[in-house]
């Protein structure tokens, strides 16, 4: 029997070492699945938390505490989980498996790029304690409030700048690796389509990243030297942050949404044992979404005045970039048309994504339009459409692919069943918590409030439930996977019928990925036809 | 890998813990640093109720005599052609859709910070504005105030406001509404939160969701965080040395742009890496 990734090797580092100081894509794959659970359960539990507060504003933290609470929420899953997400994780682990690999273009710059994600986070962490303590500027630090408030926004600010290399580096490694490592026989059109969307992203992640890093720089020299880029007083703008911000975080949107529509695009045609219908459409549909999704940024800032006519221009490429997002929802139904199809956990998690993320992407285009925008932009109608996009959308994939690729990963089979119910609990807590909020922002809820007038205690009631039943969910799933862990069954090599290159070697795999370097003769989703 | 599984629980309540003693632990106001024209807010405290000042008709009144109930106070100068008038637009428009009754449930105040400000340019912004507010609004529910010099500049001092005056006309000023209790004391800030649109009424505009909340805690004497905190200013003179940033932005943007179609050259120039296949 071969030796498995997490086997220690005679002669190698032992222990901890062995891991961190580690190249081997599917180690720091695995390293980084397990940092973003767990910021994604602390995100989480500073999100239910602040729900509870809303029930009763003031019985269980001051104003002030929630305006922390909501800044470090949407830092913590922003920057540190939704935004590295699904690359540093399933993609780590399986894009060279994909292409037939046996590592990253470059290792060791994959191996700096984790230690500096871990910096990054430890950097943003610190920021809670030293200084003035926890932002409460938003998760946008928003000027000129960032620069003003006696909160550490330095510190935190400095974080996300390291995250942000960490982010450029991988990016540059996927595209390099996509370029140059394919196997033999693996043309561009044979490439799996996770692989296609980790592309797009890649060149995202080169491209938009470095504005954000440049926007943040700024922010700190202007808390530390006063230089006014963005105070009006100094012949500066603060709108300039806005836009600045923007630039970078609309496509980092596109970061987050692309890899989870390729993870889509890989369960759906194995779980309906059919061909992917349309595979030139959604390959070159992710590439239009990276490429549209560059224009749109105006689109956040319809009150923060712009010009009318930037304002009509935003709008309108705004209704574009949901035509490639349409193309590949009807491609994916089109697949499961006259499949044969099993609703196994990841099929169920990949159709819940094409649920939530469709009500998401629908309403985007709702607020899109210019003037319905300009009433509902400070609602918890857009709370509500940013968590089905982000939620709704990339977590529901990320789970999908979780349960996709964790008897790969692990070499373990979890329990079908218990999925499903933790399944039901989340998707019933979801609505409850996020739809409620469409109706709370239809009647005027503004967003990012403490406190509000009676007449909405009813919407707050039903959301704040709902994220009870929502936890409930996510801590069947997570008790699942640990159960899985400690006692479940061995998995086979391909537990669900994929035809794409990681199935075809032992779960989990070896050290070296392949024994031979496959050769490629056909596209990635055959099944005979 | 149960090992794994205890470090990642421990790790999960470590971090928590980490977290919550961090947002959780402190409770003081957040305030600006005093930049040179902004708002620094003195939530929780209380305005001079004794400085002195002229009402429209030029008497001499201590602000005190318009208290005894929650006031909305605005501070803009009387020649202003810039926010000012879009500000008090602003405030007459929301006055109409708040639940409460003006002059028995809060007062507006308008004060001049321009001491050349005399009653009778007071007295004619005050006939225009009680127009827009309707009949039923009383005439005395709104006073436009004139002062000197010191007095002025204790009412900046203590809401936090700095102007500037311009060196040829006029002030840069921040424009933002300040609410106090009855007995005079700061319960909250209400900034400008209109639809961006210059041409239209309402580029300037109060959320009356904003202003209600404020003036229910005024009542009850409830200070509270401003949640809005998008400040306008009012600037007489268009800013210098926004070219050249704008220039070294443009030159970094374009910088990037190269660097990045270079490397797509590159790589699809060179191709696929050639390699030997290892055998097992």
């Known amino acids: 029997m071969s030796s498995f990734y997490y086997d220690t090797v005679a002669g190698q580092r032992h222990g901890i070492a062995a891991w961190m100081m580690s190249t081997d894509h599917k180690k720091i794959g695995i390293m980084y699945l397990i940092a973003l659970l767990l910021f994604f359960s602390v995100g989480t539990s500073i999100g239910v938390l602040m729900r509870l507060s809303l029930i009763s504003p003031g019985t269980f933290m001051k104003a002030q505490t929630y305006n922390r609470m909501f800044t470090i929420h949407g830092i913590v899953q922003i920057f540190l989980f939704i935004i590295p997400g699904i690359p540093v994780s399933f993609g780590n682990f399986f894009l060279p498996l994909l292409i037939g690999a046996r590592d990253v ?10 230690w500096l994600y871990l910096t990054g986070a430890c950097l943003v962490l610190a920021s809670l304690f030293f200084g003035g ?28 700048f390291v995250l942000g290399f960490s982010s450029i580096l991988t990016g540059l490694n996927f595209v390099t690796t996509i370029h140059r490592l394919r196997a033999p026989g693996m043309t561009w059109h044979r490439m799996p389509l996770f692989v296609w969307t980790l592309y797009a992203t890649g060149w995202v992640q080169i491209l938009a990243t470095p504005v954000i890093a440049i926007s943040l720089l700024l922010i700190i020299l202007e808390r530390f030297f006063g230089l006014g880029f963005f105070n009006p007083a100094k012949g500066g703008d603060p709108v300039l942050f806005e836009h600045m911000f923007w630039i970078y975080s609309h496509p980092a949107v596109y970061i987050m949404i692309l890899p989870a529509m390729g993870i889509i695009s890989e369960v759906i045609p194995v779980f309906s044992r059919k061909n992917v219908f349309g595979y030139r459409a959604i ?29 009509v221009v935003f709008s309108f490429i705004t209704f574009i970039v949901a035509v490639p997002t349409g193309i590949k929802v009807f491609n994916w139904l089109a697949t499961l048309n006259k499949g044969s199809i099993r609703v196994d956990a990841p099929l169920l998690f990949a159709l819940t994504f094409i649920f939530l993320f469709s009500i998401g992407g629908l309403t985007g285009l709702i607020q899109s339009a210019l003037s319905v925008n300009l009433d509902l932009h400070g609602t918890y109608w857009i709370v509500a459409h940013f968590h089905y996009v982000m939620f709704g959308g990339m977590g529901f994939a990320f789970l999908a692919a979780i349960h996709y690729w964790f008897p790969k990963m692990f070499g373990k089979m979890y329990d079908d069943r218990r999925a499903k119910i933790g399944w039901l609990f989340l998707f019933i807590g979801f609505n409850m918590l996020y739809f409620s909020m469409f109706i709370l922002g239809l009647n005027g809820m503004p967003r990012r409030y403490f406190d509000y007038p009676p007449q909405y205690f009813s919407g707050h009631l039903v959301s704040t439930i709902g994220s009870w039943i929502l936890v409930t969910g996510l801590v069947i799933l997570l008790r699942n996977f640990i159960i899985a862990l400690v006692k479940g069954l061995e998995a086979p090599d391909n537990p669900w019928g994929g035809r794409t290159l990681e199935w075809t070697i032992p ?3 070896p050290h070296e990925n392949f ?3 496959p050769v490629i003769t056909r596209g990635p989703y055959y099944y005979g036809e | ?29 957040p305030s600006g640093a005093s930049g040179d024209v902004g708002v620094k807010e003195h939530t929780g405290r209380s305005i001079p109720l004794d400085a002195v000042f002229y009402d429209e008709q030029g008497h001499e009144l201590a602000l005190g005599q318009l208290f005894g109930k929650p006031v909305v106070l605005s501070l803009i100068y009387y020649t202003c052609s810039g926010i000012c008038p879009l500000l008090l637009s602003a405030i ?3 006055t109409s859709k708040l639940q409460f009754a003006p002059g028995k449930d809060y007062a507006l105040i308008t004060i001049s910070f321009d001491p050349e400000d005399t009653p009778g340019s007071a ?10 507010v309707g009949g039923a609004f009383p005439a005395e529910a709104w006073s436009f105030l004139t002062g000197t010099r010191e007095n002025i500049a204790k009412i900046l001092d203590a809401v936090g406001f700095t102007v500037k005056k311009d060196d040829i006309q006029g002030f840069s000023h921040p424009a933002a509404l300040v609410v106090l209790s009855a007995d005079g004391k700061i319960i909250r800030y209400v900034y400008t939160e209109g639809d961006g649109y210059f041409a239209s009424r309402s580029s300037v505009a109060f959320q009356p969701f904003d202003l209600s909340l404020a003036i229910g805690d005024a009542a009850k004497g409830k200070t509270g965080l401003s949640v809005s905190r998008a400040l306008a200013y009012c600037f007489s003179r268009p800013s210098k040395g926004q070219e050249a940033f704008f220039n070294i932005l443009k030159i970094s943007g374009v910088i990037i742009v190269f660097l990045v179609l270079s490397f797509f050259v590159y790589l699809v120039a060179s191709g696929r890496k050639q390699r030997i296949r290892k055998g097992p």
Do not use: Q
């Open chain 1, 133 to 160: 303590g926890a932002l409460d500027t938003g998760w946008t630090f928003y000027t000129p409030y960032s620069i003003e408030t006696r909160t550490n926004v330095s510190v935190a600010v400095l974080g996300v």
């Open chain 1, 515 to 517: 024994e031979e370097i």
């Open chain 2, 1 to 29: 890998m149960r090992n794994l599984l205890i470090a990642f629980t421990a790790a999960c309540v470590m971090l928590l813990t980490v977290f919550y003693a961090g947002v959780g632990g402190r409770e003081e106001f």
């Open chain 2, 123 to 132: 007295r004619e912004l005050k006939k225009n504005y009680m127009k827009p």
């Open chain 1, 507 to 509: 779960s989990p795999p």
């Open chain 2, 92 to 94: 007459a428009d929301v």
């Open chain 1, 283 to 311: 390959a070159y549909s992710a590439i239009a979404i990276a490429a549209v999704g560059y224009l749109v940024w105006g689109h956040h800032m319809f009150t923060s005045g712009e010009s009318d006519i930037s304002r």
């Open chain 1, 105 to 114: 273009a470059f290792p060791r710059i994959n191996r700096f790029a984790w």
